[in-house]
């Protein structure tokens, strides 16, 4: 069983930093893709940024230039660090993990919730 456990998430002023991990346990093929989403309140969840095992990366064009995945195979961890952050950032966050096993997965975390507030 899969497990994606995430943290780091709080209450930041605008133009601040956070730094999101998400550490993944359990049996996970070496080709998976890692990745976060993000769901504001009223709001669909949407593809924040991926990494694949090779370390290619995709970002929302709205985090572009502000955010950075990045990701320890070691530790089966992927990390997010969101600076300039703006009041549309506000969301609760989700790991996500694909595994191109034999059959294609998707494994997520509970999520972790981001305020930026001032």
């Known amino acids: 069983q899969v497990q994606l456990v995430e943290s780091g998430g709080g209450l930041v002023q605008p133009g601040g930093s956070l730094r999101l991990s998400c550490a993944a346990s359990g049996r996970i093929s070496s080709g998976n893709t890692m990745g976060w989403y993000r769901q504001a309140p009223g709001k669909q969840r949407e593809l924040v ?39 549309e950032d506000t969301a609760v966050y989700y790991c996500n993990v694909r595994d191109y096993g034999f059959v294609v997965r998707d494994y997520w975390g509970k999520g972790t919730t981001v305020t930026v507030s001032s």
């Open 49 to 87: 940024a991926t990494i694949t095992s090779p370390s290619i990366t995709n970002y929302a064009d709205s985090v572009k230039g502000r955010f950075t995945i990045s990701r320890d195979n070691a530790k089966n961890t992927v990390y997010l660090q969101m600076n300039s952050l703006n009041l």
